[in-house]
């Protein structure tokens, strides 16, 4: 890996933890609270606000669930999702998923997962969509 894209992950992994951190201050939740909410060890999440750790999708759903935002937000953030995904009729779609309070927040990830499996297998394919 060359030097640049290591600077840009920590880049990233810095903004993504101050993001974190800003959204829980307006929150107002504290470290530890957000923590029990979110199922993480307080040092972890921690660890993740200063930048030095990389959450997984797994864990970034997690504290995206204790702050009461979109996963998709963090995943964003954290390089995970590409920013363009959540344009136009994709974010409407992915928006009624994360509004729907008929479902729990596993399975609206779920969902969300199998969508952008789909979508991934397709362009990865070159197919056509329509």
């Known amino acids: 890996m ?7 992950i920590e880049t990233r992994l810095h903004d993504l933890g101050e993001f974190i951190r800003d959204q829980r201050r307006n929150a107002r939740l504290s470290l530890r609270k957000l923590s029990e909410l979110a199922g993480i060890s307080n040092p972890y999440l921690s660890q993740i606000e200063r930048g030095l750790r990389k959450p997984s999708a797994e864990i970034l759903q997690a504290i995206a669930r204790g702050l009461r935002i979109s996963a998709e ?10 920013e363009r995904a959540l344009e136009g009729p994709v974010a409407d779609l992915v928006a009624a998923i994360l509004g729907d309070v008929t479902i729990s927040e596993r399975q609206k990830q779920v ?6 499996s789909f979508q991934a297998e397709n362009l990865g394919r070159g197919a ?3």
């Open 111 to 116: 969902l969300v997962e199998i969508y952008r």
């Open 128 to 130: 056509e969509v329509g």
């Open 2 to 8: 060359s030097p640049e894209s290591l600077d840009a």
């Open 73 to 82: 937000t963090l995943y964003v953030r954290a390089g995970i999702l590409d």
